[in-house]
């Protein structure tokens, strides 16, 4: 791969071959890689936890109608 930097911009070169873009600040590129994990990560926490709370949601629902059933019961 051949690159050659474009004008007016430091981190910046162009493949000759596949004519992409490529940015060569490997700090910069770290940094998306770990932000890009971190929000990841976030998306599934987020979502275990929607799942917990339909769950506790689903639990105390059922405890609600089995509490309806047994006041009912004493009646």
Do not use: F, H, P
Request: charged share 35%; no cysteine; proline share 0%.
């Amino acid at each position: 791969m051949k690159l050659v930097r474009i004008e007016n911009s430091v981190n910046l070169a162009r493949d000759i071959t596949s004519g992409a873009v490529i940015n060569t600040n490997t700090n910069e590129y770290e940094n998306y890689i770990t932000r890009k994990k971190s929000n990841k990560e976030l998306k599934e926490q987020i979502e275990q936890n929607s799942d917990k709370i339909q769950k506790i949601e689903s639990d105390l629902s059922d405890i609600k109608q089995m509490l309806i059933t047994l006041i009912n019961k004493e009646k």
